[in-house]
């Protein structure tokens, strides 16, 4: 088993942390884990960087710069005003608002369909990380806005280069948008789930419209994938979970063709975006779908248990058996081990339980996330006397 672990740095304007903390924390797991590479990021704190691949590099461990691509550097226009990203687009031909931070990041999405936001993006990584010696690097917010976000952030974007693209599919954008608010007795109506992502929807305009997301997304990841790769950087993607993935502009299989690994987000005590139980929520609020015959439908639909304490472990079994089976690359679920009050309440338990169970999918790892640096010392411990030597 391919195993990882996660520390969060702070955000590109937010906190730091100082090496000697995360030098204290690999001190402690790393005689007890088989770990193969360290993820972190993604603040500009370039000193913590080289000393951890220093470090890393002497106990031959893999080390991954954490870089998201479509949400966070934006931040970077603050200073620079080329750094600029044209945000997300409504179908009025609103901005998207800003929503509040969660945690040190910033949920404000860029469309992924501009070509300027992709060069500004790759000159971010370009002028503060390209000199420091990372193994990889770890692509996250590479989707459009989920739920959490509400509905109107999902059905996005209608810039001019989104427009144009509907053009060519020959959308019409105000049926699209009657579709898109229509009454349903499920989710979007939604009539099958056959895994992976893939949906069946009672009109196959609702279809074409996520798989036109998705289309972009993946577009727009080929071109960023390319340029790391040229640069000799082994890459990880961040996805959501199956089940989500299609309404965030993610066809897993397609990324999956892309990369070295994905890591789809399996954080079953989450309350916090890409928390599965969070963003079922948020999914069957923003489609007016809680406590309603339509949120009964959707969950008979999926085949999971909602009245279980924790998301059902067993229906994210079957998630992770299917995309595993048909994966182009490595699936290495992430599994929370960090506790954070109301946010995620995790105990060790929950991660034995869950890391016993995600071992008989037939994936290749697991990402030991989201934070090390948040996770006591009785969670690292059993999560270290879960994991097979």
């Known amino acids: 088993m391919d195993i990882a672990i996660q520390i969060f740095s702070g955000g590109f304007t937010g906190k730091t942390v100082l090496f000697e903390t995360v030098e204290e924390k690999l001190f402690s797991i790393l005689p007890r884990l088989p770990v193969s590479k360290v993820i972190m990021g993604w603040s500009l704190n370039k000193t913590l960087y080289e000393k951890t691949a220093e470090f890393l590099a002497k106990n031959n461990i893999a080390f991954y ?6 949400s966070e550097t934006g931040a970077f226009a603050i200073n620079d005003p080329n750094k600029k990203l044209s945000p997300l687009i409504d179908v009025r031909g609103n901005e998207l608002e800003k929503k509040a931070d969660h945690t040190g990041e910033d949920f404000s999405f860029c469309c992924p369909n501009d070509p300027q936001n992709i060069e500004n993006i790759l000159s971010i990584f370009d002028e503060n990380f390209s000199s420091i010696p990372f193994t990889g690097i770890f692509l996250d917010k590479i989707r459009y806005p989920s739920f959490a976000q509400g509905k109107q952030s999902v059905f996005t974007c209608f810039c001019p280069h989104c427009r144009s693209e509907y053009e060519k ?4 954008i105000s049926y699209l948008e009657n579709l898109f608010f229509k009454q349903n007795t499920t989710p979007f109506g939604i009539t099958g789930y056959r895994g992976n992502g893939q949906y069946d929807f009672d009109d ?9 997301k998705s289309r972009i997304v993946s577009r727009s990841l080929s071109r960023i994938c390319g340029y790391f790769r040229d640069r ?5 993607l961040d996805v959501f979970a199956p089940f989500l993935s299609p309404f965030v502009g993610q066809d897993l299989l397609q990324l999956s063709g892309l990369c070295g690994f994905i890591k789809p987000m399996m954080y079953r005590a989450t309350q916090a975006p890409a928390g ?14 809680k406590n309603t015959t339509k949120e009964q439908a959707f969950y008979g639909l999926l085949g999971f248990d909602p009245g279980k304490k924790v998301f059902d472990l067993d229906f994210t079994v079957r998630e992770l058996r299917s995309l595993a089976s048909v994966s182009a690359c490595s699936v290495c679920p992430g599994v929370e081990i960090n506790r954070i009050k109301n946010l995620a309440d995790v105990y060790p338990d929950y991660i034995e339980e869950t890391i016993m169970a995600y071992f008989t999918t037939g994936v290749r790892g697991l990402v030991l996330s989201w934070d090390l640096l948040e996770a006591p010392e009785e969670n690292v411990v059993r999560a270290a006397d879960t994991i097979p030597r």
């Open 204 to 212: 196959p305009v609702m279809s074409r419209f996520f798989s036109l």
């Open 65 to 70: 710069l954490w870089f998201p691509v479509f």
């Open 276 to 289: 599965l139980p969070f963003e079922t929520e948020a999914l069957l609020h923003g489609t007016e779908s």
């Open 169 to 172: 599919e020959g959308f019409d």
């Open 232 to 236: 000799g950087l082994a890459i990880g």
